[in-house]
């Protein structure tokens, strides 16, 4: 059996933060307060996938196993204290911490967590799992005892702890769910180091620390307050001081701005890749999106190699790739990309190919609405950018901007003809990166609408491959055949830039804003 630590696969990033804190005694107390640019639809973190419920919801939450942003992403135990995976990669046995206790007082036991990823795995009718499909090789989720919980699959996961370990994962109380299985939506009870005070929408929310948090000695913080703000209010409230810092990230600008003003010894920078890309996706279901032609001429007009070095002067996006972050070992060669239509370096030849093939489709004129959210940071000026590149085509595009519920909603009930999108994963793992490119019918976060079931079938061979080159050679084709397909095309990838006060410690930079965001290990030096 493998067990424990030899049972992970540790996640490396390359990082390049400009400031790395000194180990330091931590000191108990304070509030942290700071700020997230967009608020959560509701509390259900099974049905989410954004960081405006993550960051301010999540510290609420146990969860079984989670990435560790001070080891460079590697999966370690929450609740669990420690595993092993049978020989033949089938069964995942996790024994829990006791005396683990929700905020209301009443214990939490593998009945807890069974019941949690039985609500993801396969969902009540009105309850929405968005990572459902992760789940379609698990035969039994077991609780032979109250600190033992056993995940039995019919077929082998390369990727089964980075499923297990997603940070949407929130154990719920299965007495909660068994009276209604949507409390989690108008309700947080968690078992995690914050505990619930309040929450005014458009203002802000408040928690403060549990004391009997099962993890002795933590958290350190008395608690912290999330402020929904504009992302424009960002850096004066934090010149102000209102806010120690915004976890999802800043511009280059903003960056600029902190780190040249007078007081610039306040604060400490951390900077370097980002694991979200930023894709368009094509309501396949609508004409004449689904036309490939008419797909493939839209993604020739865009200049991904200049237009991505413009745009990382003015926002948070930098790297031309494919569908998996350059540089991540399963990646599409820079050398292979580059031979396909949409990432040729002649940006009038690909214009010339795609006026050519718009005209072979009888479209011209094309004319369509992109679905945008209204997040300044990046998706407004790549909304802009997005259209300007189509315009020199001949294709007209009316920039649809909307609040972050209507966005989603609009993405799950097919309400879009073309929308741009950030796919964004706690970690690079294909599985979790290429989820959001399979039929809708497999992945309910796949909005395309498409019915290439090869897609799928590549998806699940690779999962269920170990050999490392026979998996890279798997992945390598999907991307190929999706790049080719453009159901989705991916426009960039973005790049990390996080500003916070000097007094803020125990916080570790991450390539991505959905990793280290729990608030356990994290103090103020005041």
Partial sequence: MKTGVAAVAAVAFVLTPLSIAKSETPKRGGILNFAVTAEPPNYDCHASQTFALLHPVSPMFSYLVKYDSSQDGKIVGDLAKSWDVADDGLTYTFKLHEGVKFHDGSPLTSADVKASFDRIANPPTGVVSLRKSSYTIVKSIDA??????????????????????????CIFSAAKLKEDPKFPEQNILGSGAYQFVEYVRGSHLTTKRFDDYFQKGKPYLDGYKAF?????????????????????????????????????????????????????????????????????????????????????????????????????????????????????????????????????????????????????????????????????????????????????????????????????????????????????????ISYARHNDTKLDDLWDQQNRTLDVPKRKALVHEFEKRLLTENYSLTVHWWQRIIVHHKKVKGWHFSPSHFQGQDLVGVWLDQ
Wanted: proline content about 7%; overall charge neutral; charged content about 25%.
């Fill in 144 to 169: 032979p005892d109250p600190t033992t919980i056993v995940f039995k699959l019919s077929e082998v996961s390369a990727s089964m702890l980075d499923v297990l370990a997603s940070p949407f994962n």
């Fill in 228 to 444: 929904f703000v504009k992302s424009s209010a960002v850096v004066p409230g934090m010149i102000g001081g209102q806010f120690d810092v915004e976890f999802r990230g800043r511009t280059p600008s903003e960056r600029d701005q902190l780190m040249s003003s007078a007081d610039k010894e306040r604060w400490v920078l951390h900077e370097g890749p980002w694991a979200t890309n930023d894709i368009v996706i094509f309501n396949t279901e609508k004409k004449p999106f689904d036309d490939p032609r008419v797909r493939r001429a839209l993604s020739l007009a865009i200049d991904r190699w200049n237009g991505n070095e413009a745009l990382s002067k003015i926002t948070i996006v930098k790297a031309t790739g494919g569908m998996l972050r350059p540089g991540y070992e399963f990646a599409l060669p820079k050398s292979e990309i580059e031979k396909i239509p949409g990432y040729w370096h002649d940006i009038e030849k690909s214009r010339a190919e795609a006026r050519r093939l718009l005209k072979e489709a009888g479209q011209e004129n094309l004319k369509f609405q992109l679905h945008n959210r209204t997040l300044a940071e990046p998706y407004t000026p790549v909304g802009v950018f997005l259209i300007d590149q189509w315009r020199r085509i001949g294709v007209t595009a009316e920039h649809s901007q909307v609040e972050t519920t209507p966005y989603f909603g609009n993405l799950v009930d097919g309400k879009f003809e073309v929308a741009l999108y950030p796919v964004t994963v706690p970690a690079d793992d294909v599985t979790a990166q290429h989820q959001s490119y399979l039929t809708n019918k497999k992945s309910p």
